[in-house]
């Protein structure tokens, strides 16, 4: 009679144990959806509330004139850059899929090459008067530190940070 008391009591302290066990891991599951669902919300509004035309507009402290008129154009500039984007990165393909070609004659891979640096070219411009457009949203107290802002991004673009260099094996 011992014995079966025992027996009962090891079950019943496992099948308690258990419903604990699984209620504990299911409250951890809800703490891991709530925690991954609230950095993921703070992420997005970081990276909205951080972007270049944010920057800018927070920067030159455009009023919400300017704001409306450059998100217009970013918004503008952003479809256009994405398509001549799309055509560098179809150039470049091409260009590459040469390297599968026995012998290569010259003029088609100057050719190959010319249609990207067309390409880049086209988006170098697009993006100038993209700026340009920008800079006449700006009053005369704004454009000397949009001129300095347009400055550093030219030269970080042309002088990446560099690090460590990894040897080339």
């Not at 503008?76 to 398509?83: G, I, L, P, Q």
């Not at 055509?87 to 249609?115: G, P």
């Amino acid at each position: 009679m011992i014995k079966q008391f025992q027996i009962k009591l090891f079950i019943m302290r496992n099948i308690l144990n258990n419903k604990i066990v699984a209620w504990l891991i299911g409250v951890l599951i809800l703490a891991n959806i709530a925690t991954l669902t609230f950095f993921w919300i703070g992420h997005l509004r970081n990276q909205r509330d951080n972007s270049p035309k944010e920057f800018l507009a927070k920067s030159l402290h455009f009023s919400e004139a300017q704001k409306n008129a450059y998100f217009e154009l970013a918004k503008n500039h952003n479809e256009n850059a994405n398509k001549i984007r799309a055509q560098i990165k179809s150039d470049k393909e091409n260009l590459f899929q040469l390297l599968k070609t026995e012998q290569i004659v010259d003029s088609v891979k100057n050719t190959a090459a010319l249609k990207v640096s067309l390409s880049i070219q086209a988006l170098d411009i697009l993006t100038f008067d993209h700026f340009k457009k920008v800079r006449v949203l700006c009053t005369e107290e704004q454009k000397p530190k949009f001129d300095e802002l347009i400055q550093k991004m030219v030269n970080s673009v042309n002088n990446p940070q560099k690090g460590p260099q990894a040897p080339i094996k």
